[in-house]
């Protein structure tokens, strides 16, 4: 059987590990953050996909554009797309 205590922290949307509750406004905030930071992420891997899939895919030639991203280039900006999504989120360590 499992504690009281352990069964309150699994079903708690927030544990505070100590015993001042001025810290709830914080919590809040930075899970705020959090939120904020996860749409931002999507937001900027979703652009990724909608602007050099079809770049990748050649849809330029149908336009009459001579222009296709290499597949090359396609790694590296994915990889890039990747390192930005993790840069921002490192910006949470930041959060006062």
């Known amino acids: 059987m499992a504690k009281g205590a352990d069964v309150a922290m699994d079903v708690a949307q927030v544990t505070l590990m100590g015993d001042d509750l001025r810290h709830i406004p914080d919590a809040i905030h ?6 904020k930071m996860i749409w931002e992420n999507l937001f900027w891997a979703f652009i990724y996909n ?7 895919a050649g849809v330029l030639y149908l336009f009459g554009i001579d222009f296709q991203i290499t597949p090359m280039w396609a790694s590296a900006l994915m990889a890039f ?3 930005s999504v993790v840069l921002n989120s490192l ?3 930041f959060v006062k």
């Open 30 to 35: 930075l899970s705020k953050k959090t939120v």
């Open 50 to 56: 909608i602007v050099c899939i079809p770049l990748a």
């Open 81 to 83: 797309s990747s390192i």
């Open 91 to 93: 910006r949470l360590k």
